[in-house]
């Protein structure tokens, strides 16, 4: 079963972010960031946990290990969503490595 620190790790190198990268966004040194993939530090504030989720493109959840799934499953009604797009939204879902590319064709951020 994976752990906190091992996910953090696996979904930073996912998205191809450096420690200094994902250390500058969420306002610490890269040294923390290291320190949380490697379980030196193993009480990371609540706060701080959103915002590594928030950088890391994952839910809380995930980070902590109370789910596999990477991002929480927004309720869709099916009368507004086309099949196609629920398509497209699982191919972006599963394909994380690929999603700050389609954000930059989309135009999205």
Same mark, same amino acid.
Request: proline letters at 3%.
């Given at each position: 079963m994976e752990m906190l620190q091992e996910r953090l790790r696996?979904?930073?190198? &996912?998205? %191809?972010?450096t420690l200094a990268?994902? =250390?500058?966004?969420? %306002?610490v040194k890269e040294a923390t960031v290291q320190r949380y993939e490697s379980g030196a530090i193993a009480n990371i504030k609540y706060q701080t946990i959103l915002k590594l989720s928030e950088t890391l493109k994952c839910s809380p959840a995930y980070l902590l290990c109370w789910?596999? =799934? +990477?991002?929480? &499953?927004?309720?869709?009604d099916d009368d +507004?969503? +086309? =099949?196609h797009e629920k398509d497209v939204i699982r191919a972006y879902r599963d394909n994380p490595d690929l999603q700050a590319s389609v954000d930059t064709i989309l135009k999205i951020h």
């Open positions: 696996k979904r930073r190198r &996912q998205l %191809g972010l990268q994902v =250390a500058e966004q969420i %306002g789910t596999d =799934a +990477t991002c929480s &499953q927004p309720k869709v +507004t969503i +086309t =099949a």
